[in-house]
């Protein structure tokens, strides 16, 4: 290859992404089969298996096999991390929450199978998600188990995603619009970031990194979590006024408060990039062919488009 053309140019991220997609969704379609009770495991099933980025699985997988260790060792927590998503978006979207009638162009779950149905189904899919790592993970020392379900259960828990969706539905209920860049880097950091965190985090512990890796790759992802929210608020405003009416109408109304409501569009954009370059620091010092994939995930969540 060209001489002096840094690596993740000649990385296929594309490739890279619909094969581990596909690997993914064949695990999560194995790890929860349509059994009794039904109506409560096609609940569950409507919801993790309908789509999305599989952001949260692919970062775990990949720092796993980044600091030396093999995907099947990072899957069923990958897996638990998906079935974890899928129940924050179901539980999000219920009346009492967000109160979102639709989830990736579909009905969202509790349209289809009802409010209490979407209530024990995501509280299914989160003792699910632990129960699969604890009896799934192969080849793995337990104590390292141990410490990826810890780890997990405090971000995602009432000082990590509870708590970013605690501050986040207090300050819609007062309007939004009164709080300062502080307040909503922690929404977003706890949101939205630790669950990218937890990713990494897992994939990094189940591969067998060392201490300095582990914090790295924890960098890296926050890094990556608030860049992804930052350019979701720019994506809202530069979105055609048509399409915006179409995904998001809610916030068409401004009683959200985003990024560029508060520091403009473009110092939010400069403000994307600095996250971008702090999260792929983190990653030099790796085997860059092995850092290609985080690197281009990167990018990928500073560049895309919609
Ligand atoms: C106990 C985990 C837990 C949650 C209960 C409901 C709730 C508390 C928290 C809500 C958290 C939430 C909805 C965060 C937003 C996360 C986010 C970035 C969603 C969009 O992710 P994408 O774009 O979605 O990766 P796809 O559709 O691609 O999967």
Do not use: W
Request: a negative charge.
């Amino acid at each position: 290859h060209e001489k002096g053309k840094p690596q993740q140019n000649q990385f296929d991220f594309k490739a890279y992404m619909l094969e581990k997609i596909k690997i993914v969704n064949h695990a999560l379609d194995a790890a929860l089969p349509l059994t009794n009770p039904i109506k409560i495991h096609e609940s569950m099933r409507y919801s993790l298996l309908s789509g999305g980025k599989r952001i949260c699985p692919i970062v775990c997988i990949a720092a796993c096999e980044l600091v030396g260790g093999d995907e099947s060792a990072a899957m069923p927590s990958a897996c638990a991390l998906e079935m974890i998503h899928a129940m924050s978006l179901m539980h999000d979207d219920l009346p009492c929450m967000d109160n979102d009638d639709l989830r990736r162009g579909k009905p969202s779950n509790h349209v289809v199978f009802g409010e209490n149905a979407a209530v024990l189904a995501g509280y299914a899919l989160l003792a699910r998600a632990f129960e699969h790592i604890a009896t799934a993970t192969d080849g793995v020392a337990p104590a390292k188990v141990l410490r990826v379900i810890g780890e997990l259960a405090r971000l995602i828990g009432p000082e990590g995603v509870v708590a970013g969706q605690v501050a986040d539905l207090k300050c819609g209920g007062r309007g939004g619009l009164d709080i300062g860049l502080e307040e909503l880097e922690y929404i977003h950091l706890h949101k939205t970031a630790a669950s990218l965190e937890a990713s990494a985090v897992a994939g990094a512990i189940l591969g067998g990194a060392c201490e300095e890796e582990i914090e790295r790759l924890r960098k890296y992802s926050r890094c990556a979590g608030l860049m992804f929210q930052v350019v979701d608020d720019v994506l809202d405003v530069t979105k055609s006024s048509e399409e915006l009416g179409k995904t998001c109408g809610k916030d068409l109304m401004g009683n959200k408060m985003t990024f560029p409501k508060l520091i403009g569009v473009e110092r939010s954009r400069e403000y994307a990039n600095k996250l971008n370059v702090e999260a792929q620091e983190q990653l030099i010092g790796f085997d860059p062919d092995k850092a290609a994939p985080l690197m281009a995930l990167a990018n990928y969540i500073a560049q895309r488009q919609r």
